[in-house]
């Protein structure tokens, strides 16, 4: 079976996540993939895990492991089918799912692949609210073919703690005839913080005060080096 090219990982992480920054649509061949990847960034250590497969009707299945040092395991499953319409156009449908310790979230991705650029819209339901998220990609390689890697745009605009906001990726990544896999990401991201909050209330008559820790987004740049085989 010929090995297939995924464009990205789809890592869509709703709530109080957000999606990966790389696009779900594969390419038109078909066979199976297993990949295993560090990734060495500003902040940690992670470990990933991926197997792909795809059909000649466009059926596809991932499976993605990932783990951080001295945190927890999460596991992603999608499933999807691609229709390439012709040369230029791709669209891609399908269902995906996350976990983690207790958590698990449920969305289905829509999307479609123009010439260098891809969009895509997961849709997930929160406390009985339909949440849209949003993933665009710019393949500057399709525009500047000369170039000796392989350079991608991505943008993110999805809801994190219950605040609508953005993040930007620049990947740069080499893969080479030997499976090795070579990348860097300057990213523009979200994450999770913790301020602490007074809270006063009443009491019989009484004022109190009292602390709490409260999550809150924060923006900050990230720098992320990969290393990984491809077999």
Do not use: C
Request: glycine share 8%; proline share 2%; no cysteine.
């Amino acid at each position: 079976m010929n090995n297939i090219l995924i464009l990205g990982i789809l890592i869509s992480i709703l709530g109080a996540y957000h999606p990966s920054e790389e696009s779900p649509i594969p390419n038109n061949a078909y066979g199976s993939n297993t990949s295993f990847f560090i990734n060495f960034s500003t902040e940690n250590l992670e470990l990933d895990g991926v197997f792909e497969v795809q059909t000649k009707s466009g059926l596809f299945l991932e499976l993605w492991g990932n783990s951080q040092i001295n945190s927890d395991v999460s596991l992603n499953t999608s499933l999807g089918i691609m229709n390439q319409i012709n040369s230029k156009f791709i669209t891609v449908g399908g269902y995906s799912n996350y976990i983690e310790n207790n958590f698990i979230n449920h969305e289905v991705f829509l999307g479609m692949n123009v010439m260098f650029f891809t969009a895509i819209n997961f849709i997930s339901l929160e406390r009985g609210d339909l949440l849209f998220n949003y993933l665009g990609i710019i393949d500057i390689n399709s525009l500047v073919s000369q170039l000796p890697f392989d350079l991608t745009l991505s943008g993110i605009s999805s809801t994190e703690l219950e605040e609508r906001g953005n993040d930007f990726f620049i990947n740069f990544s080499k893969t080479f005839q030997s499976g090795l896999y070579l990348g860097y990401t300057f990213s523009r991201e979200r994450y999770e913080d913790e301020q602490i909050k007074t809270f006063t209330y009443i009491k019989d008559g009484e004022a109190f005060t009292k602390k709490r820790f409260i999550s809150i987004p924060e923006e900050s740049f990230f720098n992320t080096l990969s290393i990984g085989i491809t077999f």
